[in-house]
């Protein structure tokens, strides 16, 4: 596909008035995409239930839900980590394909992953020199190569002198930001960053999220940016997209999805968050776990759990648009209304 079709193809047009990045190219294109793993000894666990996700230029998509939502096998896919069962990933509109991340071809380097533990990007016994030397590539002539290493430790506030150490020398946070100036290196037009901060301090979750939310802004750069940590995907994220059992149950703009959450788990998330909601505890409707998806419930997955789960539930809700969001829940309305009356 040239770069032509592309541009055309998967450049989402919104209405008027919505920010710029719902009018912006699509960088990175989720279709219908499974994931199944066949343990041995057990059911095929689908990870991952025929998801659709996009993210724009210049976006921040949170993807949030409990553990053991398909969140990561999910990014994995994305990333080009591995293959789905089924369903595509397109990335500027080429097919993603799981080549193993160093032979993948120069267009496919623009996007990169950030793990939770910076060691799955770093390797511990090369310097950081190094390693973001590789991200760089060797056209370029020794001096200029030099210039751009000074430049990237810069850019994620580390001093120069990082380069001839080794990842082990720094704390939690330094690796997290190496990290980044590794992905950096490859001048990224998406990230996908998986729980980046989920194992690091307060003050280094909030070093690193302002440093790849600036990334964003002033690169043009996606971010699709996962967590179980809703109050952080609040405050970061333009789009959120809440995952359940395998599937994408409500996606809606960040700031509309916590003040007014439709899907009844999209409510008992919002509704846990103590500094959003009025009651600040874990709501009844989320007792209980993630079933194990190699035996997910027939029709609507979130039934065992819900409040609200009627006959209609027994059949599998598609997602749709209604009350201005894109929810996966035949209830939707009689919810809502229900909701207005109380207050
Ligand atoms: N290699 C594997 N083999 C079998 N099952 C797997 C494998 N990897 C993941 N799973 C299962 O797939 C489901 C989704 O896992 P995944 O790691 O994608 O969830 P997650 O949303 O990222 O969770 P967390 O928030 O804990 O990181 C889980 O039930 C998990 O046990
Ligand atoms: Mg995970």
Same mark, same amino acid.
């Given at each position: 596909?040239?770069?032509?079709?592309?541009?055309?193809?998967?450049?989402?047009?919104?209405?008027?008035?919505?920010?710029?990045?719902?009018?912006?190219?699509?960088?990175?294109?989720?279709?219908?995409?499974?994931v199944d793993y066949r343990p041995?000894?057990r059911g095929v666990v689908r990870a991952?239930?025929?998801?659709?996700?996009?993210?724009?230029?210049?976006?921040?998509?949170?993807?949030?839900?409990?553990?053991?939502?398909?969140?990561?096998?999910?990014?994995?896919?994305?990333?080009?980590?591995?293959?789905?069962?089924?369903?595509?990933?397109?990335?500027?509109?080429?097919?993603?394909?799981?080549?193993?991340?160093?032979?993948?071809?120069?267009?496919?380097?623009?996007?990169?992953?950030?793990?939770?533990?910076?060691?799955?990007?770093?390797?511990? !016994?090369?310097?950081?020199? +190094?390693? *973001? =030397? &590789?991200? #760089? %590539?060797?056209?370029?002539? @020794?001096?200029? !190569?030099?210039?751009?290493? +000074?430049? *990237? =430790? &810069?850019? #994620? %506030?580390?001093?120069?002198? @990082?380069?001839? !150490?080794?990842?082990?020398?720094?704390?939690?946070?330094?690796?997290?930001?190496?990290?980044?100036?590794?992905?950096?290196?490859?001048?990224?037009?998406?990230?996908?960053?998986?729980?980046?901060?989920?194992?690091?301090?307060?003050?280094?979750?909030?070093?690193?999220?302002?440093?790849?939310?600036?990334?964003?802004?002033?690169?043009?750069?996606?971010?699709?940016?996962?967590?179980?940590?809703?109050?952080?995907?609040?405050?970061?994220?333009?789009?959120?997209?809440?995952?359940?059992?395998?599937?994408?149950?409500?996606?809606?703009?960040?700031?509309?999805?916590?003040?007014?959450?439709?899907?009844?788990?999209?409510?008992?998330?919002?509704?846990?968050?103590?500094?959003?909601?009025?009651?600040?505890?874990?709501?009844?409707?989320?007792?209980?776990?993630?079933?194990d998806p190699s035996?997910?419930?027939?029709?609507?997955?979130?039934?065992?759990?819900?409040?609200?789960?009627?006959?209609?539930?027994?059949?599998?809700?598609?997602?749709?648009?209604?009350?201005?969001?894109?929810?996966?829940?035949?209830?939707?309305?009689?919810?809502?209304?229900?909701?207005?009356?109380?207050?």
């Amino acid at each position: 596909m040239t770069n032509d079709t592309a541009a055309t193809n998967h450049t989402a047009v919104g209405p008027a008035g919505l920010p710029a990045w719902d009018r912006a190219p699509v960088r990175l294109s989720i279709e219908d995409v499974y994931v199944d793993y066949r343990p041995r000894g057990r059911g095929v666990v689908r990870a991952v239930a025929g998801v659709d996700l996009n993210v724009a230029a210049g976006e921040v998509v949170g993807l949030v839900g409990e553990s053991g939502c398909g969140k990561s096998s999910l990014a994995r896919v994305a990333a080009g980590l591995s293959a789905p069962s089924s369903g595509t990933v397109r990335f500027d509109g080429a097919p993603v394909a799981p080549l193993g991340w160093q032979r993948r071809p120069t267009a496919q380097t623009r996007l990169q992953m950030i793990f939770q533990d910076p060691g799955g990007s770093l390797n511990s !016994r090369r310097t950081v020199g +190094a390693q *973001l =030397l &590789d991200g #760089v %590539g060797d056209e370029l002539p @020794a001096a200029a !190569r030099e210039q751009r290493l +000074a430049e *990237l =430790l &810069d850019r #994620v %506030g580390m001093p120069a002198e @990082a380069s001839t !150490r080794f990842p082990h020398e720094f704390s939690g946070g330094q690796r997290q930001r190496l990290a980044i100036a590794r992905a950096l290196a490859a001048e990224p037009e998406l990230i996908i960053a998986d729980e980046p901060v989920t194992a690091l301090d307060a003050s280094a979750q909030a070093q690193v999220v302002s440093l790849l939310l600036s990334l964003v802004r002033e690169l043009n750069m996606g971010l699709l940016f996962i967590s179980h940590d809703l109050a952080l995907v609040h405050e970061i994220a333009d789009r959120t997209a809440v995952m359940y059992l395998g599937k994408i149950i409500e996606t809606a703009p960040t700031r509309q999805l916590m003040a007014a959450p439709v899907h009844p788990y999209t409510r008992a998330l919002v509704g846990a968050i103590p500094q959003i909601s009025a009651a600040p505890r874990l709501p009844a409707v989320l007792r209980g776990e993630v079933p194990d998806p190699s035996r997910a419930p027939s029709g609507c997955r979130f039934r065992p759990r819900c409040p609200h789960a009627a006959e209609v539930c027994l059949t599998e809700p598609p997602l749709r648009h209604t009350l201005h969001t894109l929810v996966a829940c035949h209830r939707a309305e009689e919810i809502a209304a229900a909701t207005e009356e109380e207050m």
